[in-house]
């Protein structure tokens, strides 16, 4: 074979045997470079050839960093082979050993993503992503070869899958590819993209433990470890947001993982500068602690309501055990606007998380001992990728997951972006789904900046979220967050020239009843709605308000008609009409609405609620609270009928929160929940 | 020559408490420099910096009593034995201790 001429290539050397087929060094001529020449296993089907050879030069076209290029892909006298870039260095499967430091995994997970990322979004899906696939170049860059070689495997059925498992042993190369098939190929089916996601959470896994995370003396029992089988624990010293990344790549369920290469990338490179100094035993989080002395701390117990109060230059703590007194702490976060506010009481845990913005950026923080101490992180853990190049400014929304994923959370932020962590806030990932989506470029900022500022959570169905934009409208997902539809049909714009627009509403607040989650109400700049449809269609339902401009919204605890508005007078006089600062409650879904006032300052006070500055807690009777930008927060027991002024004095109030203490987190509606049924129609376009 | 950062008191709890940093290297730029104190005290860094890499707006470095955002930003040159300052703006963020420093601090980090 040496010397063979194939025409402008002469071959010099031979490199290896891989699966497929030969490989050599070879000399071209014409360009005076050396490449690498690969050709493919004989004794293929015409098909199969044919199928090889199209995915070839489909692969031919990635150009990336983190891939290995194909130059050509060539035939002599029946014989097929494929040029590529000659890569000077070591698979990545010669260097783990015993496992490699965890800033390498992270690095070279990124940018393997990265490449997975870059092939997937041109339709090019690897199949036969394995440590032996991938070289390390001494300058530190991770090169993905074979890229498209495997797609033979994806159209087999389940026959053919056995006689293929059964060749692979019998060549003795069963570690080499079938230790990273999904399980979902190896059920027979066809497999996607996220097959390449489950491949490279296997080879992350095996960078870090030094071995496979699925292991078998004999195909059955290989096959049946990743099929059913749990990977052994990672060795103590991979960090926990780095383990989590793996263990959701490795996900049984594809459904389960990574949506797209980019998200994992995004997570990667998230927990790579997210693990910057290794965490102190022993704390919360693994996260330095802020502890707040010289303020006197709430002392909190079981069945305690609690006020989170988020104002311009701190957060403010209330608890109360009849809802009549109420003990008072802060401020935290001296100076910095918390325009955030969350409590998790999921699992057992009674967690309070806060953001943080000022001159030093944007941080979520949280406490699990009422404030005492809150986490730190060195590094701000919600980040945008570098490509983007966009900058954090606010965190305007936490939100826990469903109680049925308690390591699960959402932020909202400014630039308009969702962010979701699935290890209980330490490590978080940019929701690409929706960041990518082709209406993102024409949102346009309100008066408070571009931001998504409300997340809610379908809790019957795990696949469904609603988001709510500045001006950008309402987006609702049906797939857990990889493709997104505007939801904005009825709903009227006023700084447009278009009154109805697909997108682009300035959206101030929804809200959803959990026994209900079909149904919507919104709060818009200018105009009340209501949608009976999963946000399909909205209708107006600003029946006897003062004025429709406002920003907050509440939902009633227990009754799924009953709704709490604060109306302002308008865009221009943005404070309470007629300088009386009222609620508006509906208890007919928008039917009709009542005022009310009693207790509330009813002359001269030009007041303004803003979109996070009203709530509810879970009692019965349910208890309705307010802020205010002037510093004053209210609070009713009974359901809004009287208020009191719980305090006053307070700098600009921005958001409150109000949560029962080892309550369950979500109300029990007194209801049947009934199953919605997804809408019919989807006319926004579908992104991969 | 080494160089020194003067630490603002809202970071010092990054610093290990300390007002100032003496980095011992001889960076070539202020990039050069920042990146030298973050190495030794990365809680700064986000504090300081976006995730694009660019001081953040309210935030002002300075070498000797030059803003560097007048004398090439990120490329300024560093000579030996200077005194970088990082000062929020006028905008917010200096803390009492900043303003009197025998003032006791309220706030505490561990």
Redesign the interface.
């Known amino acids: 074979m040496i010397d063979r001429v194939l025409g402008r290539y002469v071959i010099v050397s031979k490199l290896g045997e891989g699966g497929m087929g030969a490989v050599y060094r070879a000399r071209d001529q014409v360009l005076q470079r050396d490449v690498a020449l690969k050709f493919l296993a004989q004794g293929l089907a015409q098909d199969a050839q044919r199928l090889l050879l199209a995915e070839a030069r489909a692969a031919s076209a990635l150009s990336h960093p983190n891939i290995c290029t194909v130059h050509e892909v060539g035939e002599v006298d029946g014989e097929f082979y494929i040029v590529m870039e000659l890569i000077d260095g070591k698979p990545l499967s010669a260097l783990i050993g015993s496992g490699l430091a965890y800033q390498a995994i992270m690095r070279y997970g990124a940018q393997i993503a990265g490449a997975l990322a870059h092939a997937h979004g041109r339709n090019v899906i690897h199949r036969d992503l394995k440590s032996a696939n991938v070289i390390v170049t001494p300058e530190g860059l991770a090169k993905v070869l074979d890229f498209g070689l495997a797609r033979r495997l994806a159209g087999l059925g389940k026959d053919e899958v056995t006689r293929t498992l059964e060749h692979l042993e019998s060549h003795g190369s069963l570690s080499g590819t079938l230790s990273y098939m999904p399980p979902e190929v190896l059920c027979g089916q066809p497999g996607d993209h996220r097959g390449d996601l489950w491949a490279l959470g296997v080879m992350l896994y095996e960078a870090a433990a030094g071995h496979l995370p699925f292991r078998g003396q004999t195909v059955f029992e290989l096959s049946d470890a990743i099929l059913h089988g749990a990977p052994p624990p990672l060795p103590a010293r991979i960090p926990p947001g780095l383990a989590s990344v793996i263990q959701r790549c490795l996900a049984k369920e594809p459904a389960q993982r990574y949506q797209r290469a980019g998200e994992l990338q995004a997570a990667l490179e998230a927990v790579q500068s997210a693990v910057f100094t290794p965490a102190p035993a022993g704390e919360p989080h693994g996260l330095r602690t802020t502890v707040h002395r010289g303020i006197k701390h709430l002392q909190v117990r079981d069945g305690d309501t609690l006020l989170l109060v988020g104002t311009m230059k701190g957060v403010f703590l209330l608890r109360s055990q009849s809802r009549e007194r109420w003990d008072v702490a802060g401020p935290y976060f001296h100076g910095q606007a918390a325009y955030a506010m969350a409590y998790d009481g999921r699992a057992g845990r009674h967690r309070l998380w806060a953001s943080n913005v000022g001159v030093w950026g944007a941080f979520l923080r949280c406490s699990d001992d009422y404030g005492r101490t809150w986490t730190n992180p060195p590094d701000a853990p919600i980040r945008f990728p570098a490509e983007s190049g966009a900058t954090l400014k606010n965190i305007w929304q936490v939100c826990p997951g469903r109680t049925s994923e308690p390591e699960v959370m959402y932020c909202g932020v400014e630039p308009a972006a969702l962010y979701e962590s699935r290890d209980d806030g330490e490590t978080w990932s940019l929701v690409r789904g929706l960041f990518d989506h082709p209406h993102r470029p024409r949102w346009a900022p309100g008066a408070g900046g571009l931001t998504l500022h409300t997340i809610l959570l379908d809790p019957q169905n795990s696949e469904r979220m609603y988001v709510a934009i500045s001006a950008g409208g309402v987006y609702a997902t049906e797939d857990g967050g990889r493709t997104w539809q505007a939801r904005n049909r009825g709903v009227r714009v006023v700084h447009t020239p278009e009154k109805y627009p697909e997108f682009g509403q300035c959206v101030h607040k929804i809200a959803m009843h959990p026994a209900r989650p079909e149904r919507l109400f919104l709060q818009n700049h200018w105009g009340l709605y209501r949608s009976d449809n999963c946000g399909e269609c909205w209708q107006d339902i600003a029946n006897g308000v003062p004025s429709d401009f406002g920003f907050a919204m509440a939902m009633h605890p227990h009754n799924p008609d009953c709704v709490y508005i604060v109306p302002i007078e308008s865009d221009e006089f943005r404070c309470a009409p007629e300088g009386s600062l009222r609620v508006y409650r509906t208890r007919n879904a928008g039917e009709s609405w009542e005022a009310l006032a009693r207790g509330l300052p009813q002359k001269g006070a030009y007041e303004t609620v803003l979109r996070d500055a009203l709530t509810v807690d879970s009692l019965s009777p349910a208890g309705v609270y307010l802020g205010t930008r002037s510093g004053q927060l209210f609070g009713s027991a009974d359901e809004g009928k009287t208020w009191k002024k719980l305090l006053d004095g307070l700098p600009p109030i921005v958001c409150v929160k109000a949560a029962v203490v080892g309550a369950r987190p979500a109300s029990r509606p007194p209801r049947t929940a009934r199953r919605s049924s997804p809408p019919k129609k989807n006319k926004a376009p579908r992104k991969r | 020559m080494p160089v020194a950062f003067l630490i603002p008191g809202?970071?010092r709890?990054?610093a290990g408490g300390q007002r100032q940093v003496v980095i011992e290297a001889t960076p070539a730029t202020v990039a050069d420099a920042l990146a030298e104190l973050w190495t030794r005290h990365?809680?700064i860094?986000?504090?300081?910096a976006?995730?694009?890499g660019?001081i953040?707006?309210?935030?002002n470095v300075f070498v000797g009593n030059e803003n560097i955002r007048d004398t090439g930003g990120l490329q300024t040159p560093v000579e030996d034995g200077a005194e970088i300052s990082i000062i929020?703006?006028i905008?917010?963020?200096l803390?009492k201790e900043d303003y009197s420093p025998r003032l006791p601090a309220?706030?505490?980090?561990?």
């Open positions: 809202a970071l709890s990054f990365p809680g860094r986000d504090r300081v976006t995730e694009q660019q953040r707006e309210h935030i929020p703006a905008s917010g963020g803390t309220s706030i505490i980090e561990k």
